[in-house]
């Protein structure tokens, strides 16, 4: 894989930067910041300053403004600064004249992202699919990577000795992305082939944004050992696992979190994990009520669901970590009987914008999860009996269980 994933061999000091836009709130910005932070910490940097700026438009050449990268310089100066983040992307000349201004090794969003991928993929087809989106992400940045070198001829047009290594860098990219497709075709061909063999079962995908509780939800569903923590990304590979609700049998799916600004060459790299959710007959989307952006979130997972095609699928809302969204909109004075009216509230409102299929659980407590059971069986008994019609009473058949 490219060394480009080793970008945190040792935990490094970031600067984090952001620009506000016309059409964003300084508390949007903010959040969107907490997130950058929590980014630059699941792939081992330590945030050492966040800096942000209000522009109308950003500078073409350096992202952010001249005095904005003078303040960088000297803030970082003196200081044990490795390495610079933006929350947007930027291209390869931006990159270039950003390091050689305020001379520190700079990065953008998707690379970020990109590096915590290149850690956290385990699997062939993961290494495969991260890898992809690496040569894609590079491969239009050749150019401001190479511009020392061609600083050094001259002429009309610049032509440097740096124009041949460009375009040998770009046919070896090219040829790398070609094979990489093809091997990832070869491995979604056999995917295929074993989700095609489990078709008669019923599946329920896990999706949501990114660190919301799904793999700790589907430990606790399966009774299996999926990785949760609390990091960004910490499941990349589709995990699926056969379940029987009473004599009900059906098979639920972990999948990739979802996050705002996903770059469009890992939603490509990641095509064939994503049929997953594409090739699904109900979808849970499992929501962090306690954070504060939650809708946002909502509709950053929605919003890519419709992308893949998958937006008119049953779903079930799971709003989860209930016992950290009281914890934190509620104070010990509160009258019991105000607290269950805003709760009730709570629950009203969004049994109305999903048709009654939501359910408030806290999967870490382990509260109301037999009532996701419920919900869940429901459904899938639902999708039975319309998959296979002639038959009934579906509680009664075991499916090979």
């Not at 984090?16 to 508390?27: A, D, Y």
């Not at 994990?273 to 929501?287: F, G, P, R």
């Not at 095609?309 to 969204?325: Q, S």
Request: aromatic share 8%; charged share 30%; net charge neutral.
């Amino acid at each position: 894989m490219l060394d480009k994933q080793n970008l945190f061999e040792h935990s490094e000091n970031a600067i984090l930067v952001g620009v506000i836009h016309n059409n964003q709130t300084e508390q949007q910005v903010a959040d969107y910041m907490a997130e950058l932070a929590f980014l630059a910490e699941t792939a081992g940097a330590v945030t050492d300053k966040k800096i942000v700026q209000r522009l109308q438009h950003p500078d073409s050449r350096t992202y952010i403004g001249k005095g904005k990268l003078e303040e960088i310089k000297k803030y970082a100066s003196g200081r044990n600064i490795g390495l610079l983040i933006f929350d947007d992307e930027l291209s390869g000349s931006q990159i270039g004249n950003i390091q050689e201004a305020v001379g520190i090794k700079t990065i953008d969003r998707s690379d970020l992202i990109l590096d915590i991928f290149a850690r956290r993929a385990k699997t062939a087809q993961a290494k495969a699919q991260v890898e992809l989106a690496q040569y894609q992400y590079i491969l239009p940045r050749l150019r401001g990577m190479w511009k020392h070198l061609e600083r050094l001829g001259g002429g009309i047009g610049t032509r440097g000795p740096g124009e041949t290594e460009i375009e040998t860098d770009r046919r070896i990219v090219r040829e790398k992305i070609t094979l990489l497709r093809k091997r990832l075709l070869e491995i979604e061909k056999q995917a295929y082939t074993q989700r095609k063999e489990r078709g008669e079962f019923i599946r329920v995908a896990l999706v949501g944004y990114t660190n919301v509780g799904k793999s700790t939800l589907m430990n606790l569903l399966s009774k299996s050992e999926v990785l949760a923590e609390n990091k960004l990304f910490a499941t990349l590979d589709t995990t699926t696992r056969k379940l029987v609700f009473e004599n009900t049998p059906f098979l639920l799916s972990d999948t990739v979190g979802f996050i705002r600004k996903l770059p469009h060459h890992l939603i490509e790299s990641f095509k064939s994990t994503l049929d997953e959710v594409k090739e699904s007959d109900i979808l849970m989307h499992v929501v962090d009520i306690s954070h504060p952006q939650y809708e946002d979130q909502m509709k950053v997972v929605n919003t890519t669901l419709a992308e893949l095609g998958c937006a008119d699928k049953p779903m079930i809302t799971v709003f989860n970590k209930m016992d950290l969204y009281e914890e934190q909109s509620f104070d010990q004075w509160l009258e019991p009987d105000v607290k269950a009216g805003l709760l009730d509230d709570l629950r009203k409102r969004w049994q109305n914008e999903t048709v009654g299929n939501c359910v408030f659980i806290s999967a870490v407590e382990r509260r109301a999860i037999d009532t996701l059971r419920t919900t869940m069986l429901a459904m899938i008994r639902e999708c039975y009996v319309k998959r296979y019609p002639y038959k009934k009473g579906f509680q009664q058949y075991d499916y090979g269980a």
